[in-house]
């Protein structure tokens, strides 16, 4: 299980979920995010999956196939405020 945090550190790219009404306290979890990712070195696109329900699972890296660079990603699952978002970096 993945921990959430209440507070968390605002870096990296965030995905938002404007306009999603929830009733009293819920919890939702991405089970799936298929994050398109391009190397900053060649333009190369590699797409990387990731998940919200384990440690294991949340990041992911692989090599661009064109030059070597390791392309990575970290999704960081966030308590739904007010705001209505989650971040992932």
């Known amino acids: 299980r993945m921990v959430l ?3 968390p550190l605002v870096r990296g790219t965030e995905v938002r979920l404007d306009g999603l ?3 009293g306290e819920c919890v939702a979890r991405l089970t799936h995010l ?3 990712l ?3 070195r060649c333009g190369e696109r590699a797409q990387l999956r990731l ?5 294991t699972a ?3 890296k692989v090599w661009c196939d064109k030059c070597s660079a390791v392309l990575a ?3 960081r699952p966030a308590f739904l405020g007010s705001a209505a978002r989650l971040s992932a970096a």
Do not use: K, N
């Open 21 to 23: 009404e929830l009733g």
């Open 73 to 75: 990603a970290t999704l």
């Open 58 to 60: 949340c990041s992911s």
């Open 38 to 40: 391009g190397c900053v």
């Open 5 to 7: 945090e209440s507070r």
């Open 34 to 36: 298929w994050a398109d």
């Open 51 to 55: 998940s919200g329900l384990s440690a």
